[in-house]
C-alpha cells in the first residue's frame, strides 16, 4: 500500500512554507510529469535520486525547482520515496537567499543554494523514524535558515499576485497594471523578475491549478463542469490548457501515478488520514 502524509509547516513558517508531504510509492518505472503549481518545489530523496529527462538531463538527491508553464519530465525506476515541500514564491528569498525568479523554469541541487547545510538535512531525514520526525525535523531546520532581512519584494508585485489569486487567475492583466498604477510593460517586468513567469502565464497556472484541484475533489465534476467553473472557454479550451502545461491529457494525469503537488489530500499538525500510515 503507498504512504502518503502530509503536514502544514509550524506557525512560525507561515508565508514562507506552505506544507510538507511525505510518500513511498512502488511500481512499473516509467515516467513522470512534474505539472506547473503556484509554489516552488523542493524535494529530498530519502532513496535514490530524482532524475530529470530532457534537453538538461541531471540528477539530485534534494532540488530546488521554481515556477514554471511547462512540464518538468522526470524518470524513475519503480519506486518514489521522499519529501516534498511547498514553498510560496516570497518564501524563497528568506529560506534560499535568492528571488523565486531566479529559479523559474528549472532545478537546482540544494546543496548549490544551501551549503553542507542540505547535505546535512538529507541525512537527518533519512536517519529520523517517522514521518512525524521527519515534519518537525524540517520545521526546525528551516526556521533557521529563515532570513528575514534578506528583502521585500515591491509591494505593486505582492498586490498583484494576490489580486491575480483572488480572482483565479481571470482578472486581464491591463486591469491588473492599472490596479497597482504601473503601466502594463513595466508590471510585466517586474513581476517576472520578482516571481518567474509574466503576469498573463502566472494566471494561466493559477487556473490549470484550480481546475486540477477540481478533478482531484471528492465531488470529481466532468471535465466540461471543470472548464466552466474555472473560466475557460469550454472543454476544448481546458483540453489544450493541459497538453501545453502538462505534456499530457486530463484523462492520462488522473490515470498516472499522483504526484504529492497533486494529490487531494489534507491534513492538520499530526492527523493520519484514512489511508496512510505515519511510517
Sequence with gaps: MPEYVRRRAAPRLRG?????????WSGAPGLHHG??????????????????????????????????DGPVVMSHHGLHYGLQ???????????????????????????????????????????????RHRFRLLDTTLS??????????????????????ETAGSLRIGALAREVGWSRRHLTSRFQREIGLPPKAAARVIRFERARRLLRSRSRPSLAETAVECGYADQAHLARDFRALGGLTATQ?????????????????DGPHAAERQR
Design 16 to 24: 514562507l512554507v506552505s506544507g510538507y508531504s511525505g510518500y513511498r
Design 35 to 68: 505539472l506547473p503549481s503556484t509554489h516552488l518545489t523542493l524535494v529530498v530523496c530519502l532513496s535514490g535520486t530524482l532524475d530529470f529527462v530532457g534537453r538538461r538531463p541531471a540528477s539530485f538527491v534534494s532540488v530546488a525547482g521554481g515556477l514554471h
Design 85 to 131: 515541500l511547498d514553498v510560496p514564491w516570497r518564501g524563497a528569498r528568506a529560506l534560499l537567499g535568492v528571488p523565486a525568479g531566479e529559479l523559474a523554469g528549472g532545478v537546482i541541487g540544494l546543496p548549490d543554494l544551501l551549503g553542507d547545510r542540505a547535505d546535512e538535512l538529507v541525512e537527518r531525514l533519512a536517519a529520523a523514524p517517522t514521518w
Design 144 to 165: 533557521g535558515l529563515a532570513d528575514h532581512g534578506r528583502g521585500e519584494p515591491p509591494a505593486e508585485v505582492a498586490q498583484a499576485w494576490r489580486r491575480l489569486t
Design 253 to 269: 494525469w488522473l490515470a498516472e501515478f499522483p504526484s504529492v503537488q497533486d494529490l487531494d489530500a489534507t491534513l492538520g499538525d
